[in-house]
């Protein structure tokens, strides 16, 4: 298995940017794709972003254009870069990690690992 762990979530102010990484321990982190999902408060927990193990990337229509996913497997970590946040984008945001290769994996269930998220918050 592999250990997840959220950092980088914090307080801005809408058209900002903030910069969420993806900690990951216990296994090779290279055998892994990525995905980012958010939770708003009180609603259901939405796919944001993706990165396979060989570098492609997928995002949820939202946040196309604003949002950067990458990873560094040298150190283990993945990315989530987000500019011109919005109040909309206000969430706990959570990484999540799984062994297939294909690109469009936007299901929750579809995921093995999780971390335990880091709240965005965005105020107008």
């Known amino acids: 298995q592999v250990q997840l762990a959220e950092s980088g979530g914090g307080l801005v102010q809408s058209g900002d940017s903030l910069r969420l990484s993806c900690s990951a321990s216990?296994?090779?982190?290279?055998?892994?794709?990525i995905g980012w999902f958010r939770q708003p408060s009180g609603q259901e927990r939405s796919f944001v972003a993706r990165i396979t193990q060989t570098g492609q990337t997928y995002y949820t229509d939202s946040v196309k254009g604003r949002f950067t996913i990458s990873r560094d497997n040298a150190k283990n970590t993945a990315s989530l870069q987000m500019n011109s946040l919005k109040p909309e984008d206000t969430a706990i945001y959570y990484c999540a990690g799984d062994r297939s290769y294909n690109t469009r994996v936007s299901r929750k269930a579809e995921y093995e690992y999780w971390g335990q998220g880091t709240p965005v918050t965005v105020s107008s």
């Open positions: 216990g296994r090779t982190f290279s055998r892994y794709s």
